[in-house]
C-alpha cells in the first residue's frame, strides 16, 4: 500500500460507506483532532496550509508529497489508521483486518478471516471507498464553487444597481431623507 494509489475508480452503483459523508465535513479542526487522536501531532505543521478539508485524506496514498517528509515507518502508521478508519464504515471490508508487519518496517497488508489468508494488495472493497470518496469531494467542491460563483454575480448585480441608483441623483435622494433631529447639528455636513 506504501507505493501505490489507494484510490480506484469505484462501480457507478457502488454504495456511499458511512464514514465518507463524516469525513467530507472535517475542516481544519476535525483532521487535527483525528491527527491527535492517532498519536501523530506532528502532521499538523506539515499539514497546515496543506490539508484543510476532510476530503483531501481520500488522496492520500504511500507517495504523497503531503506524507513525504515522514520516515515509512510513520507513513505506514498513517495509512494503516486512515484505511482501518475507513474500512469501519464498510460492511463489506468486515472479513478484511488490517495489520503491520513486525519486521521494524511496518508494512502494511490485510487478513481475510474468511479464506484465512493474507495479502499485501488492498481490498478493491477499500479502493473503491476511496475513489467514492474522491467523487463525493469533487461533487462537494463543485458545488460550493458553484454557490460563490451565484454568491459573486448577486453581489455584482446588486453592485450595478447601486451604481445605477448613485447616478441616477441616489445622493440627492438620500440627503432629502435626512432625518430632521440632525438638520441644525454638527452632523449636518455629512449630508
Do not use: C
Amino acid at each position: 500500500p506504501e507505493d501505490y494509489i489507494i484510490a480506484a475508480t469505484p462501480p457507478e452503483d457502488w454504495p456511499l460507506n458511512n464514514r465518507i459523508p463524516e469525513m467530507l465535513e472535517w475542516e481544519q479542526p476535525q483532521i487535527f483532532q483525528f491527527l491527535d487522536s492517532i498519536n501523530m501531532p506532528m502532521l499538523k505543521s506539515i499539514w497546515l496550509h496543506l490539508i484543510v478539508a476532510g476530503g483531501q485524506l481520500f488522496f492520500l496514498h504511500g507517495r504523497s508529497p503531503e506524507l513525504s517528509n515522514l520516515p515509512s515507518v510513520l507513513r505506514n502508521r498513517f495509512l494503516y489508521t486512515l484505511m482501518n478508519y475507513v474500512m469501519a464504515g464498510n460492511e463489506r471490508l468486515k472479513m478484511f483486518q488490517l495489520h503491520m508487519t513486525q519486521d521494524g518496517n511496518y508494512k502494511i497488508f490485510f487478513f481475510n478471516t474468511e479464506t484465512k489468508t493474507s495479502q499485501w494488495n488492498i481490498p478493491d472493497e477499500l479502493k473503491f471507498d476511496f475513489g467514492k470518496g474522491q467523487e463525493e469531494f469533487y461533487k462537494r467542491d463543485k458545488i460550493q464553487r458553484q454557490a460563490l460563483l451565484r454568491e459573486h454575480q448577486e453581489l455584482q448585480a446588486v453592485g450595478q444597481q447601486w451604481n445605477q441608483h448613485q447616478y441616477r441623483g441616489g445622493y440627492s435622494q438620500i440627503n432629502q431623507n435626512v432625518n430632521p433631529m440632525y438638520e441644525n447639528s454638527e452632523f449636518q455636513s455629512y449630508y
